[in-house]
Each structure stands twice: as structure tokens, then as C-alpha cells.
């Protein structure tokens, strides 16, 4: 093997030391990030032409055909980085997804969006139902129903309209998202990466969007200096750190040793 291919080789390495960098940064957001560093070491091992038909760097053909094997079985991406992955303004379209994962992925934030929606009307409704209310809705003799009342077709239409509204909302409101010019946007630049930024800004607009960033953002530590800090705050978040195997511990030392 010669200098240049051994060269070439090296090379090979530096989108991935780019990427370790970027998702292990301690300052900001790296979560959304997630899905398009995947796509990005992916185009990094494609082989090109000049490549294939080059006697002199078939061993970098060998090299990536294989490395891109290996990413692929060895990495998932699992349904919160597609969620994530939309909540980045920057990625919102997906546009390296297939269609079936874009999909998922879009289907996948409507159920959360939705979901939120049912809790903020619940509580809503607690607020608004008081202790007086509900003991005078009770009766005093309770009934006993017959066994068949089960197979009985659906007679409160409005709690299933309610639903479908909520449904509706949800859609709606990722229209909306899908929709929004950027453009128009103060905090969206290279400089600045932080989606939590731009869902502070879209709050008057979409109002139950930024409580799922909020949400998803919140991660477990993953430093025992961050670690600390959350549990000064009173968040500890321990199950992770249990259920690690010893074939992910493995994984994480050999990040670690990269990075270094």
C-alpha cells in the first residue's frame, strides 16, 4: 500500500472526527443532529466511479464498500431522531429520507403533537370542573348496566368529535411548520444552531410545537460533570445507565478514544 492510499484513507476518517466533535458538543443541542450525520458518513463511503475503475485505489473501494456495511448494521435510527430531526428547522423536510421514513417520521409528530393537546385539555378541563360541579352530577342511587352496554354503538359524538379535532390540530399545526418561511426568521443562521432558540420565537404561532422541542430536548446526561448539575437540579435520570450493555459500553470508550 503506498503513501497516497494510505493518505486517502486517513481522509476517510475526518468527516467522522467532524461528526464525534459535533455530538459530543456540551454547550448546545447535538440530538438533531443525529439523523443527518448518519447521512453524512453514509455519502462519505460512496464509491465513486473514478474509484472503481482505478486499479491504484481498490483498496479504498474494499475499505469503504465495507465500512458503509458495517455503519448500516451496526446504527438505527430510532423514531425520536426522526422527531428530532423535524424539529430542526434546518432539516425539516427530510429531503434525504425515503418516503416511507418521512412518513413515519411526520406521523410519529403528529401523535406526539396530539398527545400534548389531550393533556392540555384535560387539565384545562380540571381547572374548569369544580368539586361542587361534579358532586351534584352524581347520582344518588348508582345503577347497575346491563353486560350489552359494551356492544352499544358510540352516542356521545361529542367526545369522538373532540378527538378528531385534536387530530386535525395536529396536522394543522405541522402544516403550518412545514410551511413557514424561514426566511423571516431572526435566530436561524450558521453561527447559531440551537433549535430551542427558534421555537421560543414561534411560540405566538405555533403554540404546541415548542412544547414538544421542549420537551424531546430534555435528554439524560451524559457526563458525570453535566450529571451532576441535574441532580443539584433534582433530575437524575438513572435507567439509562443501567440498561447499558457491555457491547454499547464498548462503543462509547471507543468515541471517547476518537475524540481524544
Known amino acids: 500500500m503506498d503513501v497516497s492510499t494510505v493518505a486517502t484513507i486517513i481522509g476517510l476518517f475526518l468527516p467522522w472526527k467532524e461528526v464525534i466533535e459535533r455530538?459530543?458538543?456540551t454547550n448546545t443541542q447535538s440530538l438533531h443532529l443525529?439523523?443527518?450525520s448518519y447521512w453524512y458518513l453514509l455519502e462519505s463511503l460512496v464509491?465513486?466511479?473514478d474509484e472503481v475503475v482505478d486499479k491504484a485505489a481498490q483498496g479504498v473501494v474494499f475499505f469503504k464498500r465495507h465500512a458503509r456495511q458495517l455503519?448500516?448494521?451496526m446504527f438505527s435510527l430510532h423514531?425520536?431522531?426522526w422527531i428530532v430531526a423535524i424539529r430542526n428547522p434546518h432539516t425539516r423536510m427530510l429531503k434525504h429520507a425515503t418516503d416511507v421514513e418521512r412518513a413515519h417520521a411526520y406521523c410519529l409528530v403528529r401523535a406526539k403533537v396530539a398527545k400534548l393537546m389531550e393533556i392540555a385539555q384535560i387539565d384545562n378541563n380540571e381547572e374548569v370542573l369544580s368539586p361542587a360541579t361534579i358532586s351534584s352530577t352524581l347520582s344518588p342511587r348508582k345503577?347497575?348496566?346491563s353486560y350489552t352496554t359494551q356492544f352499544h354503538d358510540d352516542t356521545d359524538l361529542g367526545e369522538r368529535s373532540?378527538?378528531?379535532?385534536?387530530?386535525k390540530r395536529a396536522r394543522r399545526e405541522l402544516e403550518i411548520y412545514l410551511q413557514l418561511k424561514l426566511t423571516?426568521?431572526?435566530?436561524?443562521?450558521?453561527?447559531i444552531d440551537n433549535p430551542l432558540l427558534f421555537w421560543k420565537e414561534q411560540e405566538h404561532v405555533l403554540p404546541n410545537m415548542p412544547r414538544l422541542a421542549k420537551q424531546i430536548f430534555s435528554i439524560p446526561t451524559s457526563s458525570a460533570a453535566v450529571e451532576r448539575e441535574f441532580s443539584s437540579a433534582g433530575i437524575v435520570v438513572l435507567q439509562r445507565r443501567i440498561n447499558i450493555n457491555p457491547s454499547t459500553v464498548n462503543d462509547i470508550i471507543l468515541i471517547r478514544s476518537a475524540a481524544a
Open 23 to 25: 455530538l459530543q458538543a
Open 71 to 73: 455503519l448500516k448494521a
Open 47 to 49: 464509491v465513486t466511479n
Open 143 to 145: 345503577k347497575l348496566k
Open 184 to 191: 423571516n426568521c431572526k435566530c436561524l443562521n450558521d453561527d
Open 34 to 36: 443525529v439523523v443527518t
Open 162 to 167: 373532540s378527538n378528531m379535532t385534536i387530530a
Open 79 to 81: 423514531d425520536l431522531h
